[in-house]
């Protein structure tokens, strides 16, 4: 069985602030990694995955995240938020080639203020 | 491509009532998923299936059913609804088993449902 937590249920921030919302695992087996977002009522959209390969992942809107296999940790990372970034974000972790028992963390919700 | 679609957006039940809550996809993903999502909680999953025809249980499947005739399809059914049930239902799908396909082995979720027992 595998475990998420993100360390930080709200992470409020000044816009073009660099922000990170941390998120560490718990597995036994190798993982894949993803972060999802979530605006105002809205379904989740996918904003980067790690899967193999390079540990530095880049994905849409900007962010990025790094997979940190010693420390278990997969962190997210925008160097410059915008309002419009204000949502919640999900970590989720699955063993690696079974997608279908993906864990997911509690969310953290990031607020960009003026 | 739609991608993963769920009906209907809202819906206020009494308890006691049944209803079902529909969900299809057209990216002709074999792995479908049902999660509920409450408030601080994350997102719990509810019931999957890896095929048309199979289906099983996930952390939270009690008061819930499933099933799934065809690859599009995969509505869930709440029988006497009960105000623990009022939470946001995301569907999702997935494709698994091809390591050349760019959306292998990652979940798309739908819009949500929100319900609400009362």
């Known amino acids: 069985a595998q475990s998420v937590t993100q360390l930080d249920s709200q992470v409020p921030v000044f816009e073009e602030a660099p922000v990170e919302l941390r998120c560490n695992y718990s597995s036994s087996v190798s993982v894949y990694l993803f972060w999802y977002v979530q605006y105002p009522n809205q379904g989740l959209q996918l904003l980067l995955k790690y899967l193999s390969g390079s540990t530095l992942v880049k994905g849409i809107n900007g962010f990025e995240a790094e997979f940190n296999k010693s420390q278990t940790s997969f962190h997210l990372r925008k160097p410059s938020v915008h309002i419009s970034d204000t949502a919640e974000y999900f970590c989720a972790v699955s063993p690696r080639g079974s997608n279908y028992k993906l864990t997911f963390g509690k969310g953290t919700l990031l607020t960009v203020n003026p | 491509n739609a991608g993963v679609t769920q009906t209907p957006k809202f819906r206020i039940l009494k308890i006691g009532q049944s209803m079902t809550l529909q969900c299809a996809q057209d990216m002709n993903h074999n792995y479908m998923y049902w999660y509920r999502q409450d408030p601080g909680m994350g997102l719990k999953l509810i019931y999957y299936s890896v095929g048309a025809g199979i289906t099983d249980k996930g952390e939270v499947p009690n008061g819930y059913n499933v099933s799934r005739s065809t690859t599009e399809d995969f509505p869930l059914r709440l029988e006497l609804a009960a105000p623990s049930q009022t939470s946001v239902y995301f569907c999702?799908?997935?494709?698994?088993?091809?390591?050349?396909?760019?959306?292998?082995?990652?979940?798309?979720f739908g819009p949500g449902t929100r319900l609400t027992v009362l």
């Open positions: 999702a799908s997935s494709y698994s088993l091809d390591p050349d396909r760019e959306d292998t082995d990652t979940q798309y």
